[in-house]
């Protein structure tokens, strides 16, 4: 084991003479010695060392110009991954719909693309394409709106009771729970409810309620009356006309008399809370009281 | 080759080239014994170094390339029989003996050199770069990976199987 470890050590060089000298006076080191010498005079063939360089280099020369054609390519990928993403997004808000909506005791004025003017009533909304307004004026409407139609081709008002579709005219278009009613100001309107269409000379008002058809002959008046701040109603159920109340005041309402059903016919105003109460309820008889928001009308008779 | 210089310049890159491809190739050949295969891996690896070139400092580089290479072995492939030849610059110290002694002796070498051949590959790679290229074993131990008793073990295993079969030759 000593001759071994001094074998090793003669193989790494650090074994002295003397060291040496004792391991050869046993034949099997000298001879393992002997071989260690002989192979210490082996060499390897000669590698072709320019050859392999120069197959080093070209290969490289081709990766480099890979990366050359990459990279200006990627980055003008990705400059056009962004623009397309920014064109998608563009077309993608286009193509939406413009939407106003109005809240309780709202009222806003707007401008179509063609120059029309809406008039938006309280708790109402519309919504109309502005991309598209100039092939087709087509708006959505579910409240109520007065429209003054610039003279083009076909306007459509859509609502969930109807489509009132006209040229160029001005006229009002209500539309709540099962409540129609379309006036036709000036010009002439077409609507189309359920399957019958209907054309609404100027001056004359449609109303249809539940699903029934009313047509009367009225209006003197060359504009809706709560575009200047009164709602006007004829022959309507108080409902409707406390409902209509409730739109233009943030109130609450809590009712309390027999008859349901009356009919009001008259108009309130939309700036003075105690007006517009004293007017729908000295006509029908009924007493009210305000405390805060919240509103209390009952009949005269038993308070 | 200054610590600072990069393997990604072609200058430096050329260096290391210089300085090292020998010394890998020789180290490819003692394990497969087989020149072509030898130029291949030389190529692979001094192509996968200069790929690395930003990661690799070039102090760095010649672990690196006998990684590489190394690591390319470790699916064994099929090698070839090492054939190795007699270094020109051996000192002649044969001549002042007598004509058999000299035979003698030239028919030892041929032994030698034809049982180097059938050593494992193990066994002859640390062998070959211990003696042809004088490396220690500690050297020989970080550039196989292994550790420094598993090259003793080795060159023992190496030279008392090249003896065996020396000694076999003769009887």
């Known amino acids: 084991m000593e001759k071994e470890y001094i074998l090793h050590k003669w193989l790494n060089d650090s074994a002295t003479s003397e060291e040496l000298e004792y391991l050869k006076t046993s034949p099997e080191y000298n001879t393992l010695i002997k071989i260690a010498v002989i192979s210490s005079g082996l060499e390897a063939p000669e590698s072709n060392s320019e050859a392999n360089f120069k197959t080093i280099t070209s290969n490289l020369i081709n990766n480099k110009r890979e990366v050359k054609k990459l990279i200006p390519f990627a980055s003008l990928l990705k400059v056009a991954a962004v623009l397309a993403l920014l064109l998608v997004g ?6 939406l719909d413009t ?47 007065y429209f003054k139609v610039t003279k083009g081709n076909t306007f459509s008002v859509k609502t969930s009771l109807g489509i009132v579709t006209v040229l160029g005219t001005q006229f009002n278009v209500y539309s709540r729970d099962n409540l129609f009613n379309i006036e036709c ?42 575009t200047i701040n009164e709602s006007s109603f004829e022959n309507a159920l108080l409902s409707t006309v406390l409902q209509e109340l409730k739109r233009q005041y943030p109130i609450k309402l809590i009712t309390k008399f027999n008859d349901v059903n009356q009919r ?25 009281t305000i405390e805060e928001e919240s509103i209390t009308i009952y009949d005269k008779e038993s308070p | 080759m200054s610590p600072n210089e990069n393997i990604c310049h072609e200058s430096t890159f050329q260096k290391v080239y210089t300085s090292l491809n020998k010394e890998i190739w020789r180290f490819i050949y003692y394990k497969c014994g087989d ?40 699916n064994e492939i099929a090698h070839k029989k090492v054939v190795l030849k007699y270094s020109k610059s051996q000192p002649d110290k044969i001549n002042s003996e007598s004509p058999q002694y000299i035979l003698e002796e030239k028919e030892f070498h041929d032994k030698v050199q034809r049982a ?5 590959e193990g066994q002859r790679t640390a062998f070959l770069l211990n003696r042809i290229e004088g490396k220690k074993y500690v050297e020989i131990a970080e550039l196989l990976d292994i550790s420094v008793k598993a090259v003793e073990k080795r060159m023992s ?15």
């Open chain 2, 157 to 171: 295993q190496a030279l008392s199987s090249l003896r065996n079969e020396i000694e076999n030759f003769k009887a």
């Open chain 1, 264 to 288: 009001y016919t008259g108009s309130f105003s939309h700036n003075d809370l105690n007006l517009a109460l004293k007017s729908i309820c000295d006509p029908l008889h009924l007493a009210y």
């Open chain 1, 185 to 226: 100001y000036e010009g002439l309107v077409s609507v189309a409810f359920n399957d019958t269409l209907i054309k609404l000379p100027a001056g004359s008002r449609l109303s249809i309620e539940n699903g029934v058809l009313v047509k009367h002959d009225i209006s003197i008046l060359s504009f809706p009356n709560w």
């Open chain 1, 99 to 145: 939407e106003v909506q109005t809240q309780i005791a709202e009222k806003q004025n707007i401008l179509l693309p063609d120059n029309s003017e809406v008039i938006i009533n309280a708790n109402s909304a519309i919504s109309y394409n502005k991309k598209k307004w100039s092939q087709q004026r087509e708006l959505k409407l579910t409240g109520e709106a």
């Open chain 1, 90 to 95: 563009y077309l993608y808000i286009s193509s």
């Open chain 2, 35 to 74: 020149e072509a295969q030898a130029d291949d891996l030389v190529q692979d690896a001094f192509i996968k170094l200069w790929q690395n070139c930003a990661k690799t400092p070039i102090e760095k580089a010649k672990s690196f390339l006998y990684t590489i290479t190394n690591n390319a072995f470790l």
């Open chain 2, 116 to 120: 180097i051949g059938n050593l494992t």
